[in-house]
Nanobody, 125 residues
Framework: QAQLVESGGGLVQAGGSLRLSCATS????????MGWFRQAPGKEREFVAV????????YYADSVKGRFSISRNNAKNTVYLQMNSLKPEDTAVYLC??????????????????WGQGTQVTVSS
C-alpha cells in the first residue's frame, strides 16, 4: 500500500494560486494513476482530478476544469495539483490518492486504495 504525504496548502485570496504536492512511497509510482479529491466542512468528499500512470491522460471535475491542472514527476514519485483562479468555494481539505489497481485510470472514489492525510486550502473572498 502506498504512503502519501501532501503539502502546499494554505490561505490565499480569491483569484490567487496554490500548488499542491503529494510525495508517494511504498509502491512503484509509475505503475499507478494518481488523483486528488477534496472535502469541505459538512460535505462529502468529491473528485477533483486524476492523471494516468505516465501522465498521458487526465480528467477533471467540471467545477475545476480550466483552472486546475494535475501533473506528475515519476522520477520524483510526486504528483502535483496547480490551482489557479481560486474561488472561496474551493476551500476544502485536499487529499491525494493512489488508484488500487496498477494501470487503471478512474475517477471513482471506490477505486482508490491509498489516501494521504490531506492539506487544508482556504480561499478568502
Amino acid at each position: 500500500q502506498a504512503q502519501l504525504v501532501e503539502s502546499g496548502g494554505g490561505l490565499v485570496q480569491a483569484g490567487g494560486s496554490l500548488r499542491l504536492s503529494c510525495a508517494t512511497s511504498g509502491v512503484t509510482f509509475s505503475s499507478y494513476a494518481m488523483g486528488w479529491f477534496r472535502q469541505a466542512p459538512g460535505k462529502e468528499r468529491e473528485f477533483v482530478a486524476v492523471i494516468s500512470r505516465y501522465g498521458s491522460t487526465t480528467y477533471y471535475a467540471d467545477s475545476v476544469k480550466g483552472r486546475f491542472s494535475i501533473s506528475r514527476n515519476n522520477a520524483k514519485n510526486t504528483v502535483y495539483l496547480q490551482m489557479n483562479s481560486l474561488k472561496p468555494e474551493d476551500t476544502a481539505v485536499y487529499l491525494c490518492a493512489c488508484v488500487a489497481r496498477p494501470g487503471m485510470t478512474t475517477t471513482r472514489e471506490r477505486d482508490f486504495g491509498s489516501w494521504g492525510q490531506g492539506t487544508q486550502v482556504t480561499v478568502s473572498s
